[in-house]
T-cell receptor
Framework: GENVGLHLPTLSVQEGDNSIINCAYS??????FIWYKQESGKGPQFIID?????DKRQGQRVTVLLNKTVKHLSLQIAATQPGDSAVYFC????????????FGTGTLLAVQP | DTEVTQTPKHLVMGMTNKKSLKCEQHMGHRAMYWYKQKAKKPPELMFV???????INESVPSRFSPECPNSSLLNLHLHALQPEDSALYLC?????????????FGPGTRLLVL
């Protein structure tokens, strides 16, 4: 049955602060990574992606860092806003003949006004 | 436009009912996916269609039956579901399979099985 009482890891930040959400991925052969934002009652929304031949990529207010040595991915959000409150999932793509994504467990970002 | 639409938004069904979930995209994507998401968990892949052919079935029970009538539409037929099948069902699409491309998700159908 349901794992009653399961809690998502939570990051609580003050509005205007920078946020860093971390993710450990599982497969050293993964060559494409995506961060998704999922607001309550909605589907995952693409934020930013990065390929394994890069270690940093910047978007609008967001930066993704990739450390292949330790299989670690992070999402940095600058000047966090209340609208950033959501669950954030990292996803890795094993590549090869499929486009199969494997999602991390997710982090709940709670922005305090 | 990166929009994937899903209908209905909410669905309540009994264990003896037959219902269908629908998904549509007009981005020219040739890969479409069904995911199941339980509360406070990440999405779990159920099926993948590539060029309208079923390519991956993640050992999903036969009470879930996917269908891809054309390159823009994806259906999930439901029959004799169990209460534990209650979840958010997400559809996604991506450019042709074999490339490392982003999957774009729809808003989901929240299913409750009584």
């Amino acid at each position: 049955g349901e794992n009653v009482g399961l809690h998502l890891p939570t990051l609580s930040v003050q509005e205007g602060d920078n946020s860093i959400i971390n993710c450990a991925y599982s497969n050293s052969a993964s060559d494409y990574f995506i961060w998704y934002k999922q607001e309550s009652g909605k589907g995952p929304q693409f934020i930013i992606d990065i390929r394994s031949n890069m270690d940093k990529r910047q978007g609008q207010r967001v930066t993704v860092l990739l450390n292949k040595t330790v299989k670690h991915l992070s999402l940095q959000i600058a000047a966090t806003q209340p609208g950033d409150s959501a669950v954030y999932f990292c996803a890795e793509n094993y590549g090869g003949a499929t486009n199969k994504l494997i999602f991390g467990t997710g982090t709940l970002l709670a922005v305090q006004p | 436009d990166t929009e994937v639409t899903q209908t209905p938004k909410h669905l309540v069904m009994g264990m003896t009912n037959k219902k269908s979930l629908k998904c549509e995209q007009h981005m020219g994507h040739r890969a479409m996916y069904w995911y199941k998401q339980k509360a406070k968990k990440p999405p779990e892949l159920m099926f993948v269609y590539s060029y309208e052919k079923l390519s991956i079935n993640e050992s999903v029970p036969s009470r879930f039956s996917p269908e891809c009538p054309n390159s823009s539409l994806l259906n999930l037929h439901l029959h004799a579901l169990q209460p534990e099948d209650s979840a958010l069902y997400l559809c996604a699409s991506s450019p042709p399979w074999g490339t490392l491309e982003t999957q774009y998700f729809g808003p989901g159908t929240r299913l409750l099985v009584l």
